[in-house]
T-cell receptor, first 112, second 112 residues
Framework: NAGVTQTPKFRVLKTGQSMTLLCAQD?????MYWYRQDPGMGLRLIHY???????AKGEVPDGYNVSRLKKQNFLLGLESAAPSQTSVYFC???????????FGDGTRLSIL | GENVEQHPSTLSVQEGDSAVIKCTYS??????FPWYKQELGKGPQLIID?????GEKKDQRIAVTLNKTAKHFSLHITETQPEDSAVYFC???????????FGKGTHLIIQP
């Protein structure tokens, strides 16, 4: 039982570079979410998806794009990375309920 | 949007004593209130949750209470043990939308 798997676990980027974070879940969940966690800020919702082929904006969507081409995968893209996007990124998924949410172990991203 | 306030930010208790963490929320439409435990380097793990039609829920040493009128909910941990040391987050649904709004977290320290 892998649950929610995030890749990569760590990454260092230079300002202006692009990259994609991958989230995969094996629980057949409809809902998937991307959060960022910054010191003293808790977790903030970036984007989410309520099913294959759908995406929606969360609280802090600027500078990010997402895609949900397959039900089990949710991709988070940074088109032109900025130092303000240095953070720990967490993916979560939930069933059709749509709660509770199950989290991955995060991707630690540093942008220099 | 929804706002979730969490207190205290740090809580130190003696092993065997009880710990209480409190949260308030702003959106009266919120109807689901989970609590997550996060250990260093890991993703948040759901420990207990409560829905708006219930006032209290208990699971062994952990309990959650909800006061909808006052818009606050609390986590109670009894007979604390060293393995309870972690950061705890409360959250609430964003009224009328998907996703969660998180508090800023409480660092719980269990003193031997």
């Amino acid at each position: 039982n892998a649950g929610v798997t995030q890749t990569p676990k760590f990454r260092v980027l230079k300002t202006g570079q692009s990259m994609t974070l991958l989230c995969a879940q094996d629980m057949n969940h409809e809902y998937m979410y991307w959060y960022r966690q910054d010191p003293g800020m808790g977790l903030r919702l970036i984007h989410y998806s309520v099913g294959e082929g759908t995406t929606a904006k969360g609280e802090v969507p600027d500078g990010y794009n997402v895609s949900r081409l397959k039900k089990q995968n949710f991709l988070l893209g940074l088109e032109s990375a900025a130092p303000s996007q240095t953070s720990v990124y967490f993916c979560a998924s939930s069933s059709t309920d749509p709660l509770p949410q199950h989290f991955g172990d995060g991707t630690r991203l540093s942008i220099l | 949007g929804e706002n979730v306030e969490q207190h205290p930010s740090t809580l130190s208790v003696q092993e065997g004593d009880s710990a209480v963490i409190k949260c308030t929320y702003s959106d009266s439409a919120s109807n689901y209130f989970p609590w997550y435990k996060q250990e260093l380097g890991k993703g948040p793990q759901l420990i207990i949750d409560i829905r708006s039609n219930v006032g209290e829920k208990k699971d062994q040493r952990i309990a959650v209470t909800l006061n909808k009128t006052a818009k606050h909910f609390s986590l109670h941990i009894t007979e604390t043990q060293p393995e309870d040391s972690a950061v705890y987050f409360c959250a609430a649904t964003i009224g009328g939308a998907d996703g969660l709004t998180f508090g800023k977290g409480t660092h719980l320290i269990i003193q031997p």
